[in-house]
C-alpha cells in the first residue's frame, strides 16, 4: 500500500504525526511505501530568519497566546519522545526544504531528509530557509552537500515541487498532516497511532475486497 503525507517541515504536528505513523507501522505487517508529499503552511517570502514566537504572536493575537499553544504541542510531542524548542526556531520559507525532499527521495533518504529537517528545526533553531544550512543537513543523512548545494543552486525541481503543491490544494489539502492510504482514502491530523492501524487496517481489508470481485 502506498502512504502520501502531506506535511511541511515546520509543521509541530506533521513531526508529531511522522512519528505516529511510524508506530503505527510497526504493529502493521502488510508492505507499504511512504512517499512525502510537499505542502506548505505560508508560501509567502520570508525575508529572513526572525523568532518563530515573535512571528506567531502577530498571528495569534500576543506572545502569551502564542506560547500557550507551543506549551500545548511540545507537551504532546513529548508524549511521543520528540523534543520541540520553540524558543529556538527561527521563521523560514520551507520551498528549498520540500525541493531539497525531492532530491533526497531520488537517493532513497526521503525519510532520513525529512527527520533531520524536523530535528533541525525544531531542536536546534536551523534556519531551514537556508541553502547552506540545507546542503550541511543533506551531508549529515549521507548525501553529498557539495551536489546538493549545486541542486539548490540551480532552478532544478523548482517547476516540479510547485507542480504538487498545485495538486495538493486541487485535492483539497488544506490542513496538515494529511495521509492519503492507497491514492483515495484521506486521514487528516496527527491521530494517535491506533487510529491510524485501524485506518490502515480497514483500507486494506477494502482494497482486498474490491480486487477479489
Not at 531528509?113 to 524536523?118: D, G
Not at 510547485?162 to 487528516?188: D, I, Q
Request: glycine content about 8%; aromatic content about 8%.
Amino acid at each position: 500500500m502506498e502512504i502520501e503525507i502531506y506535511a511541511d517541515v515546520v509543521c509541530p504536528w506533521c513531526y508529531i504525526g511522522k512519528r505516529r505513523l511510524e508506530q503505527a507501522l510497526a504493529s502493521y505487517d502488510g508492505e507499504v511505501t511512504v512517499r512525502y508529499r510537499p505542502f506548505q503552511l505560508d508560501p509567502s517570502p520570508v525575508s529572513g530568519p526572525r523568532p518563530l514566537v515573535e512571528a506567531m504572536a502577530g498571528r495569534f493575537g500576543g506572545a502569551q497566546r502564542a506560547r500557550e499553544m507551543f506549551a500545548q504541542v511540545t507537551e504532546v510531542a513529548a508524549g511521543e519522545g520528540l523534543r520541540l524548542d520553540f524558543d529556538r526556531a527561527v521563521t523560514a520559507n520551507t520551498f528549498e526544504a520540500h525541493r531539497l525532499v525531492s532530491y533526497a527521495a531520488d537517493h532513497g533518504l526521503a525519510a532520513e531528509m525529512v527527520e533531520a529537517l524536523y530535528q533541525a528545526y525544531f531542536t536546534r533553531g536551523v534556519d531551514v530557509g537556508s541553502r547552506d544550512a540545507l546542503a550541511t543537513l543533506a551531508g549529515g543523512v549521507g548525501l553529498d552537500a557539495a551536489d546538493v548545494r549545486r541542486f539548490l543552486d540551480s532552478d532544478e525541481r523548482t517547476a516540479d515541487v510547485s507542480a504538487e503543491l498545485a495538486a495538493a490544494r486541487e485535492l483539497g489539502v488544506t490542513s496538515v498532516p494529511t495521509f492519503v492510504l492507497a491514492g483515495k482514502y484521506a486521514v487528516t491530523g496527527a491521530q494517535e497511532a491506533q487510529t491510524l492501524l485501524a485506518a490502515l487496517a480497514e483500507v486494506t481489508q477494502r482494497e482486498s475486497e474490491a480486487h477479489s470481485h
